[in-house]
């Protein structure tokens, strides 16, 4: 294993409660250091000159200029990692490099997803559990004529649509796939996902409360099979 590297970090934002949620996420992992906290992009802007930092926690909409507006006026960006309650700007975070887009109310294992892509993106192995990132593991799929990479922990489930499947995922518009269930089930590690409908297989990491007939998925609610629910407890351990 790698030796853990601490990033210095910052936050960006100009609401108090919600850079109160970060702190607490990044008080409780091993690999960060928070040095400051700026509410407004101005004053990160003059900060940033006497205290450099690794990565920013960002907000985009804020008073006077946005958090794209700060990234324009600066000349050395430090790694981004966004945080923004909005999904509207998330192709347009990634024109900025940014490692991640989070969406606010921010998730505890999301967060560390985030974080470990930045100390991947640094040169480090995960920083909590010494295994490889579960973000560095992809497969391609073709869509629309050209092959695109996605990230298996940004993957929250998969949906049947007659002769195409759908992918549903994190901070990105729906991916339609031509391909079966069977034949994409198989692309995909069964140690994280299960196949619980015959139309659904979703990411177990994603899975936030169930019972004998559904999941949830954030807003989303999926249907269980009555084959399936032995599966489906086995594999949540519960």
């Known amino acids: 294993m790698s030796q853990t590297t601490i990033l210095k970090c910052a936050i960006v934002d100009d609401s108090r409660l919600q850079r109160l949620a970060i702190v607490k ?3 409780g992992h091993p690999a960060l250091d928070l040095i400051a906290e700026w509410n407004n992009a101005i004053e990160t802007k003059n900060g ?3 205290t450099p930092v690794d ?3 960002l907000d985009i909409e804020m008073p006077i200029l946005t958090g794209f507006d700060l990234l324009d006026d600066l000349e050395h960006k430090p790694k981004i990692i966004f945080v923004t309650g909005k999904t509207k700007y998330a192709f347009k975070a990634f024109d900025y490099d940014a490692i991640d887009y989070l969406r ?3 998730k ?3 967060f560390y997803a985030a974080v470990d892509k930045a100390l991947v993106s640094s040169g480090t192995s995960a920083a909590v559990t010494g295994q490889v990132v579960p973000e560095e593991e992809f497969i391609f799929v073709k869509s629309n004529l050209k092959k695109r990479k996605i990230y298996l922990n940004n993957l929250k489930y998969v949906e049947a649509l007659g002769d195409y499947v759908k992918l549903i995922m994190d901070n990105s518009d729906p ?3 031509l391909a079966t269930m069977k034949s994409f089930e198989a692309q995909l590690p069964e ?3 299960l196949r619980v409908h015959k139309s659904y297989i979703v990411n177990l990491q994603k899975v936030e409360r169930f019972n004998s007939r559904n999941i949830e ?3 989303d609610q999926i249907p269980v099979s009555r084959h399936k629910k032995a599966a489906l407890s086995e594999a949540l351990g519960a």
Do not use: A, G, N
């Open 104 to 106: 606010k109310p921010l």
């Open 48 to 50: 940033l000159l006497d």
């Open 55 to 57: 990565l920013l926690f």
């Open 191 to 193: 140690d994280r996902f």
């Open 175 to 177: 991916v339609i796939v």
């Open 217 to 219: 998925i954030e807003s």
């Open 25 to 27: 996420l990044i008080e």
């Open 108 to 110: 505890k294992d999301r």
